[in-house]
């Protein structure tokens, strides 16, 4: 069982999470991530912003110890992330993009489970499974196994398990995507509003909605190509690319020379042109 009680006081840093001059590579040599460095204080909702492929999962499996780095430091909580894995478990939780559950589980026995390892009590346990069934509309099927739920309850049992938790710093993976609806991701946006304001909560979370990240997020960082191509907070952002009124969107297309309003504009007139000579052709 993992020791709440060493889960409620995370090392006395300024930052959370520490990673310098980090760099992994893949067999056949590819560049998964390339001299990342990041320090993401203690209390932020963090976001790392990116494509499909970007590396941004590689940064959270490595900050989860589930990745090692060939170079560089990672240090969460205070604690060496490799040295210090076991007391690093006991204070912080991974969401990855795609859960692996246990299917032959009940629903309410992995949440029991998950529960029991981070040392909630009993009542206070069975007080979370029962608020978070409710807020994820999974009462009626908490009993069944999970090899029956449907995409979207098995993300929100995932979601569920995850926020059960005496975490004090979470890893999550686009834990809005998976085909979750619109009252489990407005439920989910509103757990991230609170932990935000709660200083002792840190959140690192990798998404591809920039919308909710811009809305949401004291900082942000940009990840593309397996490199940090920037951070700080949207203001910063807007400053580094000389647009105080740039979205996100627009941010990371300058920032990545990905930018594709010249194009859109393009393939736009484009259409409008053949509208246009549509009935022309048509008579001809």
């Not at 409620?8 to 056949?28: S, T």
């Not at 060939?70 to 969401?95: K, M, S």
């Not at 942000?220 to 910063?236: F, N, S």
């Amino acid at each position: 069982m993992i020791d709440a009680s060493t889960a409620q006081q995370p090392a006395e840093r300024p930052h959370a999470i520490e990673l310098y001059d980090v760099c992994k590579n893949f067999e056949g040599g590819k560049v998964a991530l390339a001299d990342a460095n990041l320090q993401i204080n203690r209390g932020e909702l963090f976001a790392l912003v990116g494509p499909n492929g970007a590396g941004k999962s590689t940064v959270l499996k490595i900050m989860a110890g589930l990745l090692r780095p060939q170079n560089g430091t990672v240090i969460v909580g205070g604690l060496d992330r490799y040295r210090d894995h076991l007391a690093i478990r006991t204070f912080t939780t991974y969401l990855p993009d795609q859960p692996n559950l246990f299917l032959h589980f009940r629903g309410i026995e992995h949440l029991q489970m998950i529960g029991d390892l981070y040392g909630v009590e009993m009542t206070e346990r069975d007080r979370r499974i029962a608020n978070f069934a409710r807020l994820f509309d999974l009462t009626e099927v908490l009993d069944k196994r999970i090899a029956t739920y449907s995409n979207g309850q098995y993300k929100k049992l995932a979601l569920a398990a995850t926020f059960m938790t005496n975490a004090r710093i979470y890893l999550l993976d686009e834990p809005e995507t998976g085909g979750i609806d619109p009252p489990a991701s407005a439920a989910l946006l509103q757990i991230l509003q609170a932990l935000r304001d709660r200083h002792e909560v840190t959140i690192v979370w990798a998404t591809q909605i920039v919308q909710m990240a811009e809305k949401l997020c004291n900082r942000i960082a940009i990840v593309d190509g397996g490199m940090i191509k920037a951070c700080g907070t949207l203001a910063e952002l807007r400053q580094q690319v000389g647009d105080p009124e740039a979205g996100l969107d627009r941010i990371f297309g300058l920032l990545t020379g990905k930018d594709k309003n010249v194009l859109v504009s393009e393939i736009l007139d484009s259409m409008a042109k053949n509208v246009e000579e549509a009935p022309q052709r048509i008579r001809r």
